[in-house]
């Protein structure tokens, strides 16, 4: 069975301001991600917990091209972000530093709360929902998501670019 993450939404056009607030972008990242979406969301980031997933409305990561606005969910822990659309270098650089950026064209109708199975191989995404009455999990829906190739997979798996470069200059060096 694959892990299920808790599903957190925000809104559209969530840009690198909200994610890296720049009054903060001169301090540790640990610092930084204390203060993510805190303008639109405030206390979201203290409640984030390893592994929960961020799902957005259209446009997410627009702004600037600051890696800090992808390394700041990364400090957090933060597993994957699905969304309808992406600004282009957000999306880019989610992968580079080990960030699942999942293209959804439904990801608004998938609910807070929720919990998500995201799978890479079939481009899938199963919702899952707590019964309040005896807290069974019970499936929601299946949403299909844009086909991510295995290499990004692979890049976002290992942590992103520089530590799967690093593995494999490792692997090298040993063969």
């Not at 957190?8 to 994610?19: C, H, K, Q, S």
């Not at 822990?77 to 530093?97: D, H, M």
Request: overall charge negative; hydrophobic content about 45%; charged content about 15%.
């Amino acid at each position: 069975m694959m892990s299920r993450h808790r599903v957190w939404r925000v809104g559209a056009n969530i840009d690198t301001d909200a994610l890296a607030p720049g009054a903060y972008m001169k301090q540790d990242l640990s610092v930084l991600a204390a203060h993510t979406l805190e303008s639109r969301y405030p206390g979201l980031a203290a409640q984030l917990a390893p592994g929960d997933v961020l799902v957005a409305g259209s446009g997410f990561g627009i702004g600037s091209s600051r890696e800090q606005a992808v390394g700041v969910l990364v400090q957090l822990g933060v597993k994957a972000v699905i969304a309808p659309t992406f600004s282009g270098l957000y999306f880019r650089n989610a992968f580079n530093l080990g960030l699942l950026a999942i293209v959804c064209p439904q990801a608004e109708s998938i609910p807070e709360g929720s919990h998500i199975e995201i799978d890479t191989r079939q481009s899938r995404l199963h919702v899952y929902d707590t019964n309040e009455t005896d807290g069974s999990i019970d499936a929601v829906d299946s949403y299909a998501c844009q086909a991510i190739p295995p290499f990004l997979v692979e890049m976002a798996a290992a942590g992103g670019l520089l530590p799967q470069l690093q593995r494999k200059l490792a692997a090298a060096r040993q063969a």
